[in-house]
């Protein structure tokens, strides 16, 4: 049960680049999200999806697009790559809109340095 | 704009001691509140969750505190260990929030042995 799994591990982009970010779980999950980290900042929502064909917005979705063709992937673009896009990257997965007091099941992260 | 206060940034405790974080959210809607605790290279991970009916919840050596009418909660880790270095974060969330989960600044804790 590999549960949620993310690739890259690391990535360095020069500014302007453009690149996806992969997620995908195995536990039949209908909410995921997309959150980054920053020192002192916590972990901000970027994107989520209550499940496939809905995404909506987040605290800090510029720069970024969302698409959900099906249950288990939900991937994250960085359409032209900032500095400021400089972060650890998590997606992460729970049962659906109902369940929001439910656990979120995090991935390892994408650490992503644009230079 | 940050709905979830957490204090303190960092922390740092012997071995048998009592580690304490707090936490201070301004949504009254709010009617969930997990603890994540996060490893070097890990994602965050559930520890811990409360529900504001209750004023406490412990689990192990750790216990959730709540205070509604203050609009805080705080992490008590009892005889903390090496292993329980880390970095915490509290969250909170509600239905009527969309189901999205709203997370504190994150505490690094250090427990000395």
């Known amino acids: 049960n590999a549960g949620v799994t993310q690739t890259p591990k690391f990535q360095v982009l020069k500014t302007g680049q453009s690149m996806t970010l992969q997620c995908a779980q195995d536990?039949?999950?209908?909410?995921m999200s997309w959150y980054r980290q920053d020192p002192g900042m916590g972990l901000r929502l970027i994107h989520y999806s209550v499940g496939a064909g809905i995404t909506d917005q987040g605290e800090v979705p510029n720069g970024y697009n969302v698409s959900r063709s099906t249950t288990e992937d939900f991937p994250l673009r960085l359409l032209s790559a900032a500095p400021s896009q400089t972060s650890v990257y998590f997606c992460?997965?729970?049962?659906?809109?109902?369940?929001?007091?439910?656990?979120?099941?995090f991935g390892n992260g994408t650490r992503l340095t644009v230079t | 704009q940050q709905q979830v206060k957490q204090s303190p940034q960092s922390l740092i405790v012997q071995k048998g001691g009592i580690s304490i974080i707090n936490c201070a959210y301004e949504n009254t809607a709010f009617d969930y509140f997990p603890w994540y605790q996060q490893f070097p290279g890990k994602g965050p991970a559930l520890l811990i969750a409360i529900r504001p009916d209750v004023s406490e919840k412990k689990e192990g050596r750790f216990t959730i505190s709540f205070n509604k009418s203050a609009k805080q909660f705080s992490l008590h880790i009892m005889d903390s260990q090496p292993g329980d270095s880390a970095t915490y974060f509290c969250?909170?969330?509600?239905?009527?929030?969309?189901?999205?989960?709203?997370f504190g600044e994150g505490t690094q804790l250090t427990v000395n042995p």
């Open positions: 969250a909170a969330s509600s239905m009527t929030s969309g189901s999205r989960l709203t």
């Open positions: 536990m039949n999950h209908e909410y």
């Open positions: 992460a997965s729970r049962r659906g809109l109902s369940s929001y007091n439910s656990p979120l099941h």
